[in-house]
């Protein structure tokens, strides 16, 4: 597994990174078919009053690549929460790959009358 971690308009103290690394263990756990993850955090300079701090997640499994990204005047406050919808979408997306209650298209009888 590849993890890069890099900052726009910041710099990724250790500090930020260990906490961006023991957040991605928790959805690491759940799916370990993990490829690469790429996370950027940015602060947005628009106005002084309304500075934001966004956190991003590229995450490349085998067949599906997951974006989230989500923005918060704290930056931890904004990894916690794109953590969990991250958590959410890894979760779903290996729900989707284990349920074999779904019916085939070969099984399926779409055009035949009896």
Do not use: W
Request: charged share 35%; proline share 1%; hydrophobic share 35%.
């Amino acid at each position: 597994m590849n993890l890069t971690i890099s900052g726009h308009h910041l710099d990724v103290t250790p500090a930020l990174r260990e906490y961006v690394v023991t957040k991605l263990d928790r959805v690491t756990r759940h799916f370990d078919q993990v490829v690469d993850i790429n996370v950027l955090l940015t602060v947005e300079k628009q106005k002084e009053k309304e500075r934001r701090q966004r956190a991003e997640v590229t995450l490349r499994v085998k067949g599906k690549d997951i974006f989230v990204e989500q923005s918060h005047e704290d930056l931890y406050a904004a990894i916690d929460q794109l953590m969990d919808k991250l958590d959410r979408q890894v979760c779903r997306h290996k729900e989707m790959l284990q349920n074999h209650h779904h019916e085939s298209a070969k099984r399926l009888d779409l055009g035949a009358t009896t």
